[in-house]
T-cell receptor
Framework: AQSVTQPDIHITVSEGASLELRCNYS??????LFWYVQSPGQGLQLLLK??????LVQGIKGFEAEFKRSQSSFNLRKPSVHWSDAAEYFC???????????FGSGTRLLVRP | EPEVTQTPSHQVTQMGQEVILRCVPI?????FYWYRQILGQKVEFLVS????????KSEIFDDQFSVERPDGSNFTLKIRSTKLEDSAMYFC?????????????FGPGTRLTVL
């Protein structure tokens, strides 16, 4: 069965520091991978997605993620975090024969001034 | 920019009552979804809907749940007889195509509290 693991429940970084949020998935074939962000009181906003092709994908707000098949990972990165990036981040996986997304448990990002 | 909207933002109900959660998907989207997130837990898929019928549902989506597209703009989730464990944030989403080629866009959610 498909599953998504986000090993870090909380991460705290200083404003201006770099960020990496981890995501590991379990799926036999090539998955469709997504990162969503949820700010308080807001819905889930898509940051970026990977379907095929270049394994380094660029998203909105300066985020990028790299698909590594050998590690079953799709980690999210940002070179310099802004205070407005404080939110909860969800990794999700889908597959071609299904309509559903399977979400990880989320990582809450706190940004120190 | 078009967005998915949901009403109400917060619904409080008594156990055993029926509730209807409403969603207005993005206008040119054809696939519609409901997910829920119980406090402190993962976002879970409930159901997908295409061409006026359910295309996929999870084991959570039992006979207490139903979905409907009553007109050309609304998409609803009905819970017939609410239970305490139905308390959760319910998210509606929509997409132009099936997941393999498109992205699901989510609404802000409806927080359902069952007392």
């Amino acid at each position: 069965a498909q599953s998504v693991t986000q090993p870090d429940i909380h991460i705290t970084v200083s404003e201006g520091a770099s960020l990496e949020l981890r995501c590991n998935y379990s799926y036999g074939a090539t998955p469709y991978l997504f990162w969503y962000v949820q700010s308080p009181g807001q819905g889930l906003q898509l940051l970026l997605k990977y379907f095929s092709g270049d394994t380094l994908v660029q998203g909105i707000k300066g985020f990028e993620a790299e698909f590594k098949r050998s590690q079953s990972s799709f980690n999210l990165r940002k070179p310099s975090v802004h205070w407005s990036d404080a939110a909860e981040y969800f990794c999700a996986v889908g597959k071609e024969s299904s309509y559903k997304l399977i979400f990880g448990s989320g990582t809450r990002l706190l940004v120190r001034p | 920019e078009p967005e998915v909207t949901q009403t109400p933002s917060h619904q409080v109900t008594q156990m055993g009552q029926e509730v209807i959660l409403r969603c207005v998907p993005i206008s040119n989207h054809l696939y519609f979804y409901w997910y829920r997130q119980i406090l402190g837990q993962k976002v879970e898929f409930l159901v997908s809907f295409y061409n006026n019928e359910i295309s996929e549902k999870s084991e959570i989506f039992d006979d207490q749940f139903s979905v409907e597209r009553p007109d050309g703009s609304n998409f609803t989730l009905k819970i017939r007889s609410t239970k305490l464990e139905d308390s959760a944030m319910y998210f509606c989403a929509s997409s132009t195509r099936q997941i393999s080629t498109d992205t699901q866009y989510f609404g802000p959610g409806t927080r359902l509290t069952v007392l």
